[in-house]
């Protein structure tokens, strides 16, 4: 019986182990299979994990440097604040020491005037001593020698009084004179009638229509810019109707530019290798207009004999203006008036007139030379063979040297008439002029810039660099520094925008 119990347990027991080991054998690739997906879930969200802290990281890196950029921007302004902080009291720390040293200097002249005052104090006395002293001798006198005494005084005073007639008869004289000069030169205006010339910085060029304009602006602007940067001005396009306007402070660059335009609008053709051929073209035809124009004033002027050197500087003056005065026809108004003065005083009239048409001739040469238009003018006219008194008339019709014949004084006179008669000037124009010469100048003074124009109205100026000395960041540095030189050295309304541009080229010839 109880091994029937026990037997039966076994069974039960093998049974049982038997199912387990079924049951394992079966469900062992479920588990497994359980198992993988728990562990690619697991997998997963640990690369979701991964990520999500990635882009956290990423975001909190971004956030940092957006944060140090601003920190940055905030520490350079307030470096450049402290920067101009300190050059404003550098500033005033030079005006207050200029100021002391007026006040020592006007401490200094007191006290010179005061010992001045002391020692006219002391000559008075001196001299009151001294009257006493002749009085009580006078006293002593006897009676020849107090007339002697007496006639003597009475010559000094009769002297003084000849002395004082004297000079009213002089100052008498020199009025009648001045009314004479002045109804001489009257009559030498009222016998010359010009025209005022009115200059202008900008011309117009016709276009045969408004879809020119796109062809001159060229694809992104590359004709037009190709012209800019070969002329030296502005093109400006605007919404007028069928033109564009050039626009330049140098008349000779704008009509050489007006020129080149012209032609490229008939021709048709326009790019950029055509555009600078039409450019040097056009230069060399405003050469020869400019050398005309001073054939031209010499003939108007009746001035015979000069060498064609000096008559084609002469030109040159068609495209000057002073105080908005174009300096051809000034020269030759000139010419005449001192010519007619001549005549009236009956001074060499040939001397006279070709001094006051030469007379401004350094002015066609005092921008690329150093020296005064004046004595620039006079070395020019010696080196051909001028006579030499018509090249101290030139050089001394500002009162650089002395004047030695009357026709410099004449010649001296006619300028002042012709440059003062009413409507003969416009003084804003020549302030104009000599502000965008200046900026150019500032930027061109600097190393590697190979050529600079002023656009705009001098409110812009453009700046070509040689790119074999100038790199990118070296032409970042260079606009700062010349935007820095031109704050430090001019005054101007608004803001000048810096333009510094940097191109290799490479040519190539196909035979």
Not at 83 to 108: C, V
Not at 371 to 378: F, Y
Request: aromatic residues 4%.
């Amino acid at each position: 019986m109880d091994f029937g119990i026990l037997g039966l347990i076994g069974a039960l027991l093998l049974g049982l182990l038997s199912g387990a080991g079924i049951t394992y054998a079966v469900m062992k690739p479920r588990f497994e299979e359980i198992q993988q997906q728990v562990q690619l879930e697991l997998d997963q969200r640990r690369a979701a994990v991964e990520r999500e802290a990635e882009q956290i990281l990423e975001t909190t890196r971004e956030e940092a440097a957006k944060i140090r950029r601003e920190a940055e921007k905030v520490a350079e302004r307030r470096f450049q604040d402290l920067a101009r902080a300190e050059e404003r009291l550098e500033k005033q720390t030079d005006k207050l020491d200029q100021q002391a040293q007026r006040l020592e200097q006007r401490e200094q002249q007191l006290t010179k005037r005061q010992s001045r005052l002391d020692r006219r104090g002391n000559l008075m006395e001196q001299m009151e001593q001294e009257q006493r002293t002749r009085l009580e001798e006078i006293a002593a006198l006897t009676t020849d020698e107090a007339q002697q005494l007496l006639l003597k005084q009475v010559e000094e005073e009769a002297q003084q009084d000849l002395a004082r007639q004297m000079r009213e008869i002089e100052h008498r004289a020199r009025e009648t004179a001045d009314v004479q000069a002045r109804e001489l030169i009257a009559l030498a205006i009222q016998r010359v009638a010009t025209d005022e010339v009115a200059e202008m910085v900008v011309s117009v060029v016709p276009l045969p229509s408004d879809d020119m304009k796109g062809r001159i602006i060229g694809r992104s602007g590359r004709n037009i810019r190709a012209f800019e940067q070969a002329a030296g001005v502005d093109i400006v396009v605007d919404d007028t109707p069928e033109a564009v306007t050039v626009s330049s402070f140098d008349p000779v660059r704008r009509e050489v530019a007006r020129r080149a335009l012209t032609k490229l609008i008939a021709d048709g053709r326009i790019h950029p290798a055509r555009i600078e051929k039409l450019i040097k073209d056009s230069e060399i035809e405003v050469e020869r207009d400019m050398r005309e124009a001073g054939e031209q004033a010499a003939y108007e002027a009746n001035v015979h004999g000069l060498h064609p050197e000096i008559t084609k500087m002469l030109g040159r003056l068609k495209y000057r203006t002073s105080y908005g005065q174009n300096q051809l026809y000034h020269a030759v108004e000139a010419s005449k008036i001192a010519a007619m003065l001549a005549a009236e005083l009956g001074a060499n009239i040939d001397w006279a007139k070709m001094g006051g048409l030469l007379h401004d001739l350094g002015k066609a040469m005092d921008h690329d030379q150093e020296g005064t238009h004046a004595m620039l003018g006079a070395e020019f006219a010696k080196r051909f063979k001028v006579p030499p008194v018509v090249v101290n008339a030139i050089a001394s019709h500002h009162h650089e040297i002395e004047q030695e014949t009357v026709e410099a004084i004449l010649v001296e006179a006619a300028d002042a008439i012709s440059g003062a008669r009413p409507g003969a000037r416009r003084e804003s124009l020549e302030h104009y002029i000599k502000r965008v010469r200046t900026l150019e100048e500032i930027a061109t003074s600097f190393e590697g810039v190979e050529s600079a124009y002023a656009l705009q109205a001098g409110r812009e100026i453009r700046i070509l660099v040689k790119p074999g000395q100038i790199d990118d960041l070296g032409a970042m540095r260079l606009s700062r520094d010349i935007s820095k030189s031109i704050e430090d050295n001019m005054q101007y309304p608004g803001q000048i925008q810096v333009t510094v541009i940097r191109e290799t080229r490479a040519v190539g010839f196909a035979k």
